[in-house]
Nanobody, 115 residues
């Protein structure tokens, strides 16, 4: 079993920054892929940023140049640094990990950007 625990969400003004963290209950080396997704009210959950199983990264077009995904292997933690936040970034952000074909999700953390 895998547990993912997110932290770092909150309320911030437009133009501000937040850093999300996701700590896994297992070594992140065991995961084929890890990433951050978000879901705004009335919208589908969508990829924000992620590491592929080849070790590369990909980002949603809407966050390129503003968000940066990183990982701390020693602490089994995935981060998402979010800069220049916009009201349209408001959503619940979820950490995702894929291991042996199974998807695991954190409980989500709310990010609210005020204009």
């Amino acid at each position: 079993q895998v547990q993912l625990e997110e932290s770092g969400g909150g309320l911030v003004q437009a133009g501000g920054s937040l850093r999300l963290s996701c700590t896994a209950s297992r070594s992140i080396f065991e995961f084929n892929a890890m990433g951050w997704y978000r879901q705004a009210p009335g919208k589908q959950r969508a990829l924000v940023a992620g590491y592929t199983n080849a070790g590369g990264t990909n980002y949603a077009d809407s966050v390129k140049g503003r968000f940066t995904i990183s990982r701390d292997n020693a602490k089994n933690t995935l981060h998402l640094q979010m800069n220049s936040l916009k009201p349209e970034d408001t959503a619940v952000y979820y950490c995702n990990a894929v291991r042996i074909g199974s998807d695991y999700w954190g409980q989500g953390t709310q990010v609210t950007v005020s204009s």
